[in-house]
């Protein structure tokens, strides 16, 4: 079984900096795209940014410049740096995955999700 562990999130002030960690554990074969997405009350949920498993990463245009999604392999996990955050940024962040747990057996997964609030 495949699990996505969220980590990361919090208060912080308008301006302000927060790194966000997604750790896949289980019997996982291969990891192929990553992605962040959040979902604000009353709004429809978006992706934020996503990396393929060789590199290449997308983001939406409200958040280019102030977020960088990384990955390590090794330890199948994906990061969303967030900088210069904005209130309109508050939202439940939550990581999804498309892996491969045997070479044709593959899936998306998601996280729980995790609370980022931005408010002075």
């Known amino acids: 079984q495949v699990q996505l562990v969220e980590s990361g999130g919090g208060l912080v002030q308008p301006g302000g900096s927060l790194r966000l960690s997604c750790a896949a554990s289980g019997s996982i074969y291969r990891i192929h795209y990553m992605g962040w997405y959040r979902q604000a009350p009353g709004k429809e949920r978006e992706l934020v940014a996503g990396?393929?498993?060789?590199?290449?990463?997308n983001y939406v245009d409200s958040v280019k410049g102030r977020f960088t999604i990384s990955r390590d392999n090794a330890k199948k996990t994906v990061y969303l740096q967030m900088d210069s955050l904005k209130p309109e940024d508050t939202a439940v962040y939550s990581c999804?995955?498309?892996?491969?747990?045997?070479?044709?057996?593959?899936?998306?997964?998601w996280g729980q999700g995790t609370q980022v609030t931005v408010s002075s």
């Open positions: 990396v393929t498993s060789a590199g290449p990463t």
């Open positions: 999804a995955a498309h892996v491969c747990v045997t070479v044709l057996n593959c899936d998306e997964y």
